[in-house]
Nanobody, 121 residues
């Protein structure tokens, strides 16, 4: 019910836009989030947006570089990633859920398949 795309191999300083399209009942009261997992690391919160009012949250290390946005009509969430750094290399997952604590991944009910972002130096 979540389809993520847009990953790829880029150089440091480049930009990418990730897309996550929801199907079925994943909209409305839900929060949509992006998480990432680097090799050998735990999965971590990146950004999230609330469908109802567009409230957003971004982890500190991506503030000013990444922006999460939504298109309600298309049931799609985007993660615009600018000025990419090698440390942004990871598999990026989109997730959705009736979330109270927006950064806590265990609160998300639905997960996409992940899309790999590789940033070379």
């Amino acid at each position: 019910q979540l389809q993520a795309s847009g990953g790829g191999l880029v150089q440091a300083g480049d930009s990418l836009r990730l897309t996550c399209t929801a199907s079925g009942r994943i909209f409305g009261a839900y929060v949509m989030g992006w998480f990432r997992q680097a090799p050998g690391q735990k999965r971590e919160f990146v950004a999230a947006i609330r469908w109802s009012d567009g409230y957003t949250d971004h982890r500190d290390s991506v503030k000013g570089r990444f922006t999460i946005s939504r298109d309600n009509a298309k049931k799609t969430v985007y993660l615009q990633m600018n000025t990419l750094k090698p440390e942004d290399t990871a598999v990026y997952y989109c997730a959705a859920g009736s979330v109270r604590y927006i950064r806590v991944q265990s609160q998300y009910d639905y997960w996409g398949q992940g899309t790999l972002v590789t940033v070379s130096s």
